[in-house]
Structures are given as C-alpha cells and as structure tokens.
Nanobody
Framework: QVQLVESGGGLVQAGGSLRLSCAAS????????MGWFRQAPGQEREFVAA????????YYADSLKGRFTIYRDNAQNTVYLQMNSLKVGDTAVYFC?????????????????WGQGTQVTVSS
C-alpha cells in the first residue's frame, strides 16, 4: 500500500524559507513521478512542481520557477520542496502526490496517490 507522508510545513514570515518533505513507502517508485500541489482556502488545487524518480527531470509551474526547487533522495525515498522568498500568496495546504506515466503529470487526474497535506502559512 502506497503511503505518502508530508512534513515541514509551518508558519513563516514573508521572505523566509521552508523545506517540505514527502516520505514515500509501499512500493518501488521507479517509473513514477512525484509532484507537489497546493490548495489555498476557497481555491482549486494547483500544480506546483514535479520530478521523475529515476532521471531526476523536473517541471515547475511557470509562476514559481526560481523560488521553488523540487529534488529527491532516492536512498531515503523522499522528495523535497525547497521554498524560498515566500510570499503571503504562497499560503496553502501543500500536498505530495505520486503518478506513473511517460510524461510528468501536471494535472490532478494524473496522480493516483496523495498525501494528507501540510499547512504552510506565510505572514506579512
């Protein structure tokens, strides 16, 4: 049974940084890609970034390029999201997800497994 557990969320001031972690277990993830999504109150869940386990290829939402970095530690089966220069608008619940396919997914429907989410709050 696939399990994704996020951690690292919290309260941070605007301009600060946070690193989110997603510990994955339950299967071998070769062939999978891992993604981060976020959902702010009253908003739809949106794509943040994704990475393929084997190649390390990454993909980012255009609006977040340069501030957010996704990377993985294969030995630890953990994916990270480093978030810098945080803004109040980054406040959301951040979700880790796993999907499989030839193309790295950017849509919710392309991910079959989801974590419970971790809250990130950026104060002004």
């Amino acid at each position: 049974q696939v399990q994704l557990v996020e951690s690292g969320g919290g309260l941070v001031q605007a301009g600060g940084s946070l690193r989110l972690s997603c510990a994955a277990s339950g299967r071998t993830f070769s062939g999978y890609y891992m993604g981060w999504f976020r959902q702010a109150p009253g908003q739809e869940r949106e794509f943040v970034a994704a990475i393929r386990w084997t190649s390390g290829n990454t993909y980012y939402a255009d609006s977040l390029k340069g501030r957010f970095t996704i990377y993985r530690d294969n030995a630890q089966n953990t994916v990270y999201l480093q978030m810098n220069s945080l803004k109040v608008g980054d406040t959301a619940v951040y979700f880790c997800a796993a999907g499989v396919g030839l193309r790295i997914g950017q849509r919710i429907g392309e991910y079959g497994y989801w974590g419970q989410g971790t809250q990130v709050t950026v104060s002004s």
